[in-house]
């Protein structure tokens, strides 16, 4: 299972519950939603993530990367 | 005597007048009462076909109103423009009265004696610039500054130190390694926290958070040595979206984001990024749905150049996002911080937009430091969040009016566009 981001598409008032659900019913375990931003977190397995996009509300799924910064005593922050 | 110049004699000379916003009507009343000019004999933008004004039937003895723009353009005899200049200094409608100019086509009835001079000049930059390089005379010409007792060089560069602003009002959230909870210079501050990695606390571990909440909202007044802080009064949110050891997911960078954003926070500052030359749909899109909700995203362009050795990197993510203000690093000379990435990617959205204080900078740090002096775009980008906080005190701007202003409002410098955007921030 993969870290995985749903950017819901633009200009919609997403119906959440709904956009929820139809995502837990393609395979996602919803972990977190971000109504403010248009944002659903997820758990899935990497070949899962095409059947997401195909949902008429998703604009896009990408995998949660991390960042990071140098460490304190670095001159260069 | 020519034509043009007997025209010049007979007509009465135009002057515009920028009226306040929204003072279009009491401006007018204004303009009336000064200059003696008769509302009958003024024409406005609506009296013509698609708004469009046709200089020749506006009436010579009275004008013209745009209604649209807030201006006026009207005839007046020096008598009438005297009377109107005096009146102007305590009428609180009208902003500025400027005698209408005449502008030429470039190239058009240039002197010999112009272009003389213009060879002149460009020989003897040409020479100069032969014997010194390009970055040498650029650094001669540039200013320099340096940490007094009283005040860093960052915040006299921008001249934050000089603005009657704070903050005041503003909710600033910095999404970072926390703040540390125990530093007598945030002591009676406005803050509230949130953790987005798991814990509960928004203590940092690591400095970095504590360093930019530090150049963002620091003190007026810190416990000791010179004042390092932008926005002293603005309202602090404190997202902990980096561990102590400095690495956070993006899911728990958005998250931080969406919860600025429903605080409707009107700046959230973001010195983080990832080693990528492209950004996410899932940035670009939260950018600009936190812009449409008046809230602007602020971040550090990216530490991965090495100048010195002719790398330049590349703007990295989030930063190179159309919707999120990118900031690279200066110098106390103003010149380019040696890491401070470029725009080399020169697609959209990959531009550095503005620049900011980011080398040497000092400012607060977990005790029992206290204080430190480092350097980085992580430190560039509060200094712009910081004087966005300003802007939004001074104006009421938000999103992306807040983002024109601090655009529009930036000190030109000598660099390429690619490495400073429009220029450094400067506050009002």
């Known amino acids: 299972m993969i870290n995985i981001i749903i950017t819901l598409s633009d200009n919609e008032k997403w119906d959440l519950d709904i956009v929820t659900k139809e995502l837990e019913k393609s395979g996602l375990t919803v972990t977190q939603v971000l109504k403010k931003i248009g944002i659903i977190h997820g758990k899935a397995e990497p070949g899962q993530m095409k059947k997401f996009a195909a949902l008429r509300f998703v604009k896009s799924v990408e995998i949660s990367k991390s960042m990071s910064i140098a460490p304190p005593n670095s001159p260069i922050q | ?188 501050r406005n803050i509230t926290g949130k953790n987005f990695i798991g ?67 009107p700046i959230i500052s973001m010195s983080l990024g990832s080693e990528s030359e492209t950004t996410t749909i899932a940035y670009e899109s939260v950018g600009q749905r936190a812009l449409d909700a008046g809230s602007l995203i602020v971040a550090a362009a990216g530490n991965n150049a090495n100048r010195s050795s002719s790398y330049y990197g590349y703007v990295g993510c989030p930063a190179n996002s159309k919707s999120v203000l990118s900031v690279g690093a200066l110098d106390c000379r103003l010149g380019m911080g040696d890491f401070s990435s470029r725009d080399t990617i020169l697609a959209a959205g990959t531009a550095v937009d503005i620049a900011a204080p980011g080398v040497d900078i000092y400012s607060s740090w977990p005790m029992r430091d206290k204080y430190n002096t480092i350097s980085g775009t992580s430190m560039a980008a509060p200094h712009v969040a910081g004087i966005a906080a300003l802007w939004a005190e001074s104006t009421g701007a938000r999103g992306a009016s807040l983002w024109q202003i601090l655009i529009a409002n930036a000190k030109t410098l000598s660099h390429p566009f690619a490495d400073v955007g429009r220029g450094l921030v400067q506050a009002p």
């Open chain 2, 1 to 188: 005597m020519s034509t043009k110049s007997k025209e010049e004699k007979i007509l009465p000379k135009r002057f515009i007048v920028t009226f306040r916003e929204g003072s279009l009507k009491k401006g007018m009343a204004s303009v009336n009462n000064f200059m003696g000019v008769k509302m009958s004999n003024m024409m406005s933008s609506a009296d013509f076909d698609d708004n469009a004004i046709n200089m020749a039937e506006v009436s010579r003895s009275g004008g013209v109103v745009f209604n649209h723009l807030g201006i006026g353009v009207f005839s007046a005899d020096e008598d009438q423009a005297r009377k109107l200049m005096a009146g102007m200094a305590e009428n609180q409608h009208i902003m500025a009265i400027e005698p209408e100019g005449t502008r030429y086509a470039l190239g058009a009835d240039v002197s010999e004696e112009y272009l003389r001079g213009f060879r002149d000049a460009s020989d003897a930059l040409y020479e100069y610039s032969r014997k010194y390089g390009c970055e040498k005379q650029m650094s001669l010409l540039s200013e320099s500054y340096k940490d007094t007792n009283a005040l860093t060089w960052g915040l006299q560069a921008t001249l934050a130190a000089k603005s009657k602003f704070s903050g005041k009002g503003i909710q600033l959230a910095v999404l970072d390694t926390g703040l540390d909870g125990k530093h007598p210079d945030f002591t009676g």
């Open chain 2, 199 to 265: 814990g509960t606390t928004t203590q940092d571990g690591h400095g970095h958070g504590t360093h930019c909440v530090g150049t963002s909202c620091g003190s007026k007044n810190p416990a000791e040595g010179p004042r390092y802080g932008v926005a002293y009064d603005a309202e602090i949110f404190v997202g902990k979206v980096l561990s102590d050891e400095g690495s956070g997911q993006d899911t728990g960078i958005l998250a931080g984001i969406e919860w600025a954003v429903a605080s409707k926070c």
